[in-house]
């Protein structure tokens, strides 16, 4: 494939040969996969997919596993940010990982530990299932700590690796879904007042853009013919939302000015989001107005550099593994640039 692709023309050069490199099996098997559309079954993805379990960032996140499946603390494994349990799961499944003993056990760990039991979600007839940050996941505390970008970080994560319709994740996106109902996309954490002063219940907080992502991404990751009524509807609530305000600004509601992360681009992706990740989001939800999306995709397009590559401008600390150094050419923010180039001109056709 060379750079006369059709979506590869606003691109300076074609990237796609560097972040084919064997060095990175991550950034290869899903080059392979979404931009170069191999199937499952191809030789190449196959072997890549199987390389990642011998990447270093994997090795050196899985070295830091218990036995029982669990980082750091055999508890609900929020914090530490970004070392305990739930981070893990997100994180390997952005690296691709293929399912494996260890990745099963921390799956199993998340299930098990991660969230809320009993009772109904507040405000709804629909049974309490939703992960929680919170240690006291049994109480109305627990309840606080049921944040959507918390719940859609996870059961995106999930259901890349394969557990979509497994019945504990579709009980958990069916209390998401009944929170979203409630809420829309308010979080007590983007509250109204300054920080210190947050609202004591989720509807009470400012709609947050980034839980809205992070929902939509766990919904879109569900094959429209799969997903419920109630689900489509959130996912058609998120989209209005998100276009509501000026994409290439980000301004959505918050209690403090709009946060200088939406326009740095990193990897891994935890609770916070970004300006790829919004178009990334609206694009697969089926957002293939170029004109609408036009102010976005230039903010975007100039950022990389003479070589079509997009550097590391953010990436988590506190983890168990190296991510490339900020400022330097990334091939995941370039993957993640050009997947939105691609998603955009596959949706128009």
């Not at 530490?80 to 349990?85: I, Q």
């Not at 003993?101 to 098990?112: F, G, K, M, Q, Y």
């Not at 009470?204 to 009524?229: I, N, Q």
Request: charged content about 25%; aromatic content about 8%; some cysteine.
């Amino acid at each position: 494939m060379g750079a006369t692709e059709g979506w590869l023309e606003p691109v300076h050069g074609d990237p796609i040969p560097w972040l084919l490199e064997e060095d990175n099996p991550s950034v290869r098997y899903r080059t392979l996969v979404e931009l170069l559309d191999r199937p499952p079954n191809d030789p190449e993805v196959l072997a890549a997919q199987q390389a990642i379990l011998t990447f270093r960032p994997v090795q050196r996140i899985l070295d830091a596993q218990w036995p029982e499946g669990y980082w750091m603390h055999p508890d609900v494994g929020y914090s530490p940010k970004y070392k305990a349990t739930v981070w893990q799961i997100i994180f390997l499944a952005q690296l691709g990982l293929p399912r494996c003993e260890p990745l099963e056990r921390a799956v199993e760990h998340v299930l098990a530990h991660s969230r809320l039991d009993g009772g109904t979600v507040p405000g709804t007839d629909v049974p309490e299932a939703r992960f929680s940050a919170r240690k006291d996941a049994k109480d109305a505390k627990g309840a606080k700590g049921a944040i959507l970008c918390l719940n859609g970080n996870l059961l995106r994560a999930l259901s890349w690796l394969g557990t979509t319709d497994d019945p504990r994740v579709r009980a958990t996106r069916a209390a998401m879904v009944a929170q979203i109902g409630r809420d829309e996309f308010r979080c007590r954490f983007n509250g109204r007042t300054p920080s210190g002063h947050r609202p004591s219940r989720m509807g009470d907080g400012l709609p947050c853009a980034w839980g809205a992502l992070k929902a939509l991404g766990a919904l879109l990751a569900v094959p429209l013919e799969r997903r419920t009524s109630a689900e489509q509807t959130a996912v058609e609530m998120g989209v209005r939302f998100l276009l509501s305000h000026d994409l290439a600004l980000a301004d959505y509601p918050a209690s403090d000015e709009v946060s200088s992360l939406w326009f740095q681009f990193g990897f891994p992706l935890g609770y916070t989001s970004d300006l790829l990740e919004l178009l990334d989001v609206l694009i697969t939800a089926g957002t293939a107005d170029k004109s609408r999306l036009q102010p976005a995709i230039e903010r975007a397009l100039a950022k990389q550099d003479q070589q079509g590559r997009w550097a590391l401008e953010y990436t988590p600390r506190n983890v168990w593994a190296s991510f490339g150094r900020r400022g330097r050419p990334s091939k995941w923010v370039t993957l993640r640039a050009l997947r939105v180039l691609k998603n955009l001109e596959r949706n128009r056709g």
